[in-house]
């Protein structure tokens, strides 16, 4: 079930203009992995991050330099997160997160959408999806909602993103196996 889902668009040249006017934001926005990186990429990874945060609906309990995007060797690009930005990702019940970037003529634009294991959607006549509600529960719940899902976690404490997409809670690899 997808929770939430935004986009960002980032000015390539506004974002080099206040990067060099601010250096700091280079630590205060980039995890120390994404920092040596060009700047059209991190003005894509920064679109990436701001599509997250209005996927969740609001950045409470969320920190820029808890938001990691990495790449698999194919190039496609995925979320690491951990601290308290896992925490918050997972308090919304959120077990997947798709990632596409972009940068192209000046602009750089990230698409992000979240889901959610849990089924609690049911068809209606016209095959049109629609939430379960108190008055109308929903015929279909997942049997691992509300299971702890532990072992789920990165080499720094959050829950991992797959780069295949698959919750990676079901799967055990050690730190850095499988990652770029």
Do not use: C
Not at 153 to 163: I, K
């Amino acid at each position: 079930m997808i929770i939430g889902t935004g986009i960002d668009l980032v000015d390539i040249p506004r974002f080099e203009r206040t990067v060099a006017r601010t250096p700091r934001l280079m630590q205060r926005l980039f995890a120390p992995s994404e920092q040596g990186l060009r700047l059209p990429s991190l003005a894509a990874r920064y679109a990436a991050k701001e599509a997250l945060i209005k996927a969740l609906g609001g950045s409470d309990g969320v920190h820029w330099t808890e938001i990691e995007i990495a790449s698999e060797p194919s190039g496609k690009p995925y979320f690491v997160l951990t601290g308290t930005t896992a925490a918050a990702v997972a308090e919304r019940g959120i077990t997947t997160l798709h990632l596409s970037l972009t940068h192209d003529a000046g602009l750089a634009a990230a698409h992000v959408v979240a889901e959610s294991r849990e089924a609690d959607v049911r068809e209606t006549d016209a095959g049109f999806g629609t939430r379960g509600s108190a008055d109308a529960p929903s015929e279909h719940r997942d049997p691992l909602a509300g299971a702890n899902l532990s072992g789920g976690a990165d080499a720094a404490g959050g829950p991992r993103q797959d780069p295949s997409g698959v919750d990676s809670a079901a799967q055990s690899r050690g730190p850095g196996e499988g990652r770029p």
